[in-house]
Every structure is written in structure tokens, then in C-alpha cells.
């Protein structure tokens, strides 16, 4: 990538995964922030955080992925992120209602390593800025 950083906002509740995909987004050249629910992915977009990438998982406490990207649709939010769903949830109904929601990209985490998935997120941000 060029020399700019790319903002990305990785949204979790497992502390440990948070944590590991940060690094690795940290260590390919990307401006990490994370959040460990919807509730707190909220209230960083809405407090002016404006992320190239959204990447979240489904289920979650308090606010599951879906309800946070229906959130994020309806208040306008972030509207040119490129959002992502990264999940062990990989039934097709998840990925149509993914879809639904908006999302460019759907990553099942049990079938990736962090470097895969930071690939496959590369490989699906120049599909949405083309």
C-alpha cells in the first residue's frame, strides 16, 4: 500500500482475537482501532471515527454484527467504509442478510489465519473504491 495508513475499526467481544488481528493489521500497515461490542463500535463511529475498513463479528453481547451494520446503515454512519463480516457464523442465511445489510466481503474465521484474513480485506477494499 502507499505510504498512507489505512484506518480500520475491528469490532470483537473476544479480547484475544481483538487483540491478535489488531497486531497484524498493526504490522501491514494499517491505523487500528477496535472495539469489543457494537455498543462501543457505535459510539466511536458517532464520535467521528470515519474507518476505511469496518470488519466485525456476528455474535456478540448487547448488539450482535447485524444489528450493529443495520445501526450504521440507518444513522449514516461511515457511509464509504468498505464493511466486512468476519465470523465462525457461515451459514448462507448469514451471508444473504450480510449482503442485505451491505457488507463486501464475509471472512469465515474457523477457514482463515489472521494473515488470510488480511489478504482476503486487501483483496476486496480496490473492489470498492473502483
Known amino acids: 500500500m502507499d505510504g498512507e495508513k489505512k484506518k480500520i475499526l475491528i469490532v470483537d467481544d473476544d479480547g484475544f482475537l481483538l487483540d491478535m488481528y489488531a497486531l497484524k493489521f498493526n504490522q501491514n500497515n494499517f491505523d487500528v482501532h477496535t472495539a469489543s461490542g457494537g455498543m462501543q463500535a457505535l459510539e466511536q463511529l458517532k464520535s467521528g471515527l470515519n474507518p476505511a475498513i469496518i470488519l466485525t463479528d456476528i455474535i456478540m453481547p448487547e448488539m450482535d ?3 450493529l451494520l443495520e445501526k450504521i446503515n440507518s444513522e449514516k454512519l461511515s ?3 468498505v464493511k466486512v463480516i468476519l465470523s465462525n457464523k457461515g451459514q448462507q442465511q448469514d451471508i444473504d442478510k450480510g449482503k442485505e445489510l451491505g457488507v463486501d466481503g464475509f471472512i469465515i474465521k474457523a477457514n482463515s489465519t489472521p494473515s488470510e484474513v488480511i489478504d482476503q480485506v486487501l483483496g476486496i477494499m480496490p ?3 473502483s
Do not use: H, I, P, W
Open 65 to 67: 454484527g447485524f444489528e
Open 79 to 81: 457511509e464509504n467504509s
Open 127 to 129: 473492489k470498492k473504491v
